[in-house]
């Protein structure tokens, strides 16, 4: 088969989930209903950041970052994946432009990335939190929390773009099928007909140091935490923690997990390594707001001011002139 240059290839064709068009409908409205609820569930998350005083903290601040990071990245590859679905009716492929293609492998890896950053930074603001409490206040200051989210967005731009640069340099071949429901990085370097040892260089050494320093970051804080809390064993602490712990590394075994298989330890690419995809690119974002928010007080009591909020202010769009009379008597 005759290689055809980079310049030449106007489009990509993606041959999305493997499933049985009888079946397609019902999928359809699976990830539809997951990917609004992401949306749903992350913008809900970043409003009520924004909206209560109380919960502009540290903490708070990642997770609004987190939401929009998981947001977005769900938001890369979810409607492709159901333009898809639903053009898979009349064809089995679906096309996606060259710049299309390219586009949506950059945004995928630096949200993908701020991710996985933003995690480490979740991890070591508990640390800070829960064995040195005395001097979070100092240490976790508004100028290094935003020192930490700048570097985050900073270094995950700069390795979408490398990875972006490199492949753009490549050649493709005649097949331009991508096995996958979205441009993954190593969908396409299996089309290139030249020579990938450096992306592939690239990819186990800049991709595995970062992976793997941010999981040392997040293990080595919360063993860290373990350590502080089991030299006061108490039952209430150590539900508290296992609780909140517990949550945040079944995320992050479910994140880090599939993303080791997909890229370290797949020899091809066949439909576990699809469901390992789909694992983190919709249903991850999708348990964050829940996991990390939706059980919390903090969140809880945000939530119910925010209707009672709701409620007034339609109690007074229905009733104008009581609610005039209310607050002339509440003034005089």
Request: proline fraction near 3%; charge should be positive; include cysteine.
């Amino acid at each position: 088969m005759r290689p055809e240059n980079q310049s030449s290839v106007s489009e990509f064709l993606l041959l999305g989930l493997p499933i049985r068009p009888g079946q397609q409908g019902v999928f359809f409205s699976l990830f539809l209903g997951m990917y609004l609820t992401t949306v749903l569930g992350n913008l809900l998350i970043i409003l009520l950041i924004r909206l209560d005083s109380r919960l502009h903290t540290p903490m708070y601040f990642f997770l609004s970052h987190l939401a929009f990071s998981d947001m977005s990245l769900s938001s890369v590859t979810v409607p492709k994946m159901l333009m898809n679905m639903h053009t898979r009716q009349q064809s089995i492929s679906y096309s996606i432009s060259y710049v299309g293609c390219i586009s949506q492998l950059y945004f995928f890896v630096l949200f993908a990335g701020l991710d996985n950053f933003l995690l480490a930074v979740m991890a070591y603001d508990r640390y800070v939190a829960i064995c040195h409490p005395l001097h979070y206040a100092t240490i976790m200051r508004k100028g290094l929390c935003t020192l930490l989210v700048a570097g985050a967005w900073v270094v995950s731009s700069g390795s979408a773009l490398l990875h972006t640069l490199l492949l753009v340099r490549l050649s493709f071949c005649a097949n331009i099928t991508i096995t996958h429901f979205f441009c993954d990085l190593t969908a396409l370097l299996k089309l290139s007909c030249s020579d990938i040892s450096l992306n592939m260089l690239v990819i186990f050494l800049e991709g595995g140091f970062i992976y793997l320093l941010s999981l040392g970051t997040i293990l080595g804080s919360y063993i860290r935490i373990g350590t502080i809390i089991l030299k006061v064993p108490s039952t209430k602490r150590l539900l508290k923690a296992f609780s909140t712990c517990g949550s945040h590394l079944f995320v992050v075994s479910l994140y880090y997990g599939t993303l080791a298989g997909i890229y370290f330890f797949s020899s091809s690419w066949d439909s576990k390594d699809i469901i390992a995809s789909v694992m983190y690119t919709v249903v991850t974002p999708m348990l964050n707001p829940f996991i990390y928010s939706l059980r919390n007080r903090d969140i809880k009591q945000a939530l119910e001011m925010c209707d009672r909020r709701f409620n007034f202010f339609k109690w007074q769009s229905q009733n104008p002139l009581t609610a005039v009379r209310s607050t002339v008597r509440y003034v005089s």
